[in-house]
């Protein structure tokens, strides 16, 4: 096998989405949806799908259950390409339920072997076998998180570079082990409220510098306002692109893969925000976070339009 570019250690799950219910949902009543989306989700294996349809050669390693959610979520990255030699099995498939009513969404996880992942099941040699390491959504590893600190630093000294999303903090703690990993994150990769509640700051200017003394790379994502980097005291942002939004679920995923495969592919930092914009965008294009990537000619189509504007 030829060397992996990214090692990704984290979650996977489905996603199932209902689209058109009503904004208010009253309980005690049959509440019917006017479309209906079985996707990819959770971060990190959305990250893994996204990456691999973008060229770069992935590791995923895993805890995933043994039972058909879990065989049709491996199915959706065997057809990426995904390498999955390092993962492990267990009992029970967690599962996201997302309901999008008007301008908001209730997002329901069932965490099932998604938090079951522990440091003894890694194959650390497996996962330094890549030129980079990523780990997204840091507080669903509730097993694993004790050792986080331990992992990025194996993969630092292994000389690896490293990245992070930690996404939300379900739990609004926002632990204090995330000093002890951020010494060994060379790019961290929030959404500007994460990234302030990381900082402790009341704003994202405040946060991406207060962050940039703790990393080499601080990349905060805006949503449709696109996203803003501070790196050696450079200050970079980059625009979304307009584009007609079926749903924003994994838009913070796919901007990562994005970035990553550009940062892999030794791009500048402009030339990563702008590949994390454009990726953000065409993840919103279609259902849930991997859809749209399922399509390589579609994506590639997506990329060249976009290159000429
Ligand atoms: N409506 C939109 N139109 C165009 N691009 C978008 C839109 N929403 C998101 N994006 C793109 O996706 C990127 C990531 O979106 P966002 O800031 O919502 O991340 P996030 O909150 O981490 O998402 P996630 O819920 O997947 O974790 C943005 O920086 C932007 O490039
Ligand atoms: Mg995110």
Same mark, same amino acid.
């Given at each position: 096998?030829?060397?992996?570019?990214?090692?990704?250690?984290?979650?996977?799950?489905?996603?199932?989405?209902?689209?058109?219910?009503?904004?208010?949902?009253?309980?005690?009543?049959?509440? @019917? $949806?006017?479309?209906?989306?079985?996707?990819? !989700?959770?971060?990190? =294996?959305?990250? +893994? *799908?996204?990456?691999?349809?973008?060229?770069?050669?992935?590791?995923?390693?895993?805890?995933?259950?043994?039972?058909?959610?879990?065989? @049709? $979520?491996?199915?959706?990255?065997?057809?990426? !390409?995904?390498?999955? =030699?390092?993962? +492990? *099995?267990?009992?029970?498939?967690?599962?996201?339920?997302?309901?999008?009513?008007?301008?908001?969404?209730?997002?329901?996880?069932?965490?099932?072997?998604?938090?079951?992942?522990?440091f003894?099941?890694?194959?650390?040699?497996?996962? +330094?076998?890549?030129?980079?390491?990523?780990m997204?959504s840091l507080f669903l590893q509730r097993q694993l998180l004790p050792r986080v600190p331990e992992l990025f630093r194996?993969?630092?000294?292994?000389?690896?570079?490293?990245?992070l999303?930690t996404?939300?903090d379900?739990e609004?703690r926002w632990d204090s082990i995330l000093e002890e990993i951020l010494p060994h994150v060379?790019?961290?990769?929030?959404?500007?409220?994460?990234?302030?509640k990381i900082?402790?700051?009341?704003?994202?200017?405040?946060?991406?510098?207060?962050?940039?003394?703790k990393?080499?790379?601080?990349?905060?994502?805006?949503?449709?306002?696109?996203?803003?980097?501070?790196?050696?005291?450079?200050?970079?942002?980059?625009?979304?692109?307009?584009?007609?939004?079926?749903?924003?679920?994994?838009?913070?995923?796919?901007?990562?893969?994005?970035?990553?495969?550009?940062?892999?592919?030794?791009?500048?930092?402009?030339?990563?925000?702008?590949?994390?914009?454009?990726?953000?965008?065409?993840?919103?294009?279609?259902?849930?976070?991997?859809?749209?990537?399922?399509?390589?000619?579609?994506?590639?189509?997506?990329?060249?339009?976009?290159?000429?504007?």
């Open positions: 096998m030829s060397k992996l570019d990214i090692t990704i250690a984290g979650e996977i799950n489905l996603d199932l989405i209902l689209y058109g219910l009503p904004e208010l949902m009253p309980t005690e009543r049959e509440l @019917l $949806a006017s479309g209906f989306a079985i996707t990819l !989700g959770s971060s990190s =294996a959305i990250l +893994a *799908h996204n990456l691999a349809a973008l060229g770069s050669r992935v590791g995923f390693v895993t805890k995933v259950g043994d039972d058909a959610f879990g065989a @049709l $979520a491996l199915q959706r990255l065997r057809e990426r !390409g995904v390498d999955l =030699a390092g993962i +492990a *099995h267990g009992a029970k498939s967690g599962v996201t339920v997302i309901l999008p009513h008007g301008p908001d969404r209730h997002i329901l996880t069932y965490p099932g072997t998604i938090s079951e992942l522990r003894e099941q890694l194959d650390l040699d497996y996962l +330094a076998s890549a030129r980079h390491f990523h997204s194996r993969m630092k000294s292994a000389g690896l570079t490293t990245s999303d996404n939300d379900p609004d060379d790019i961290l990769l929030p959404n500007h409220r994460e990234a302030m900082s402790r700051a009341d704003n994202v200017e405040t946060a991406l510098s207060r962050l940039a003394q990393v080499n790379t601080v990349v905060v994502k805006m949503g449709d306002r696109g996203a803003v980097a501070l790196r050696d005291g450079r200050r970079f942002s980059a625009p979304a692109i307009p584009v007609t939004v079926i749903d924003a679920v994994g838009a913070g995923d796919s901007f990562d893969a994005g970035f990553l495969h550009q940062f892999l592919q030794g791009g500048d930092l402009t030339t990563c925000l702008a590949c994390g914009n454009l990726c953000g965008a065409f993840s919103v294009t279609d259902c849930g976070g991997t859809e749209a990537f399922r399509d390589p000619a579609r994506l590639q189509e997506f990329l060249r339009l976009a290159r000429e504007h």
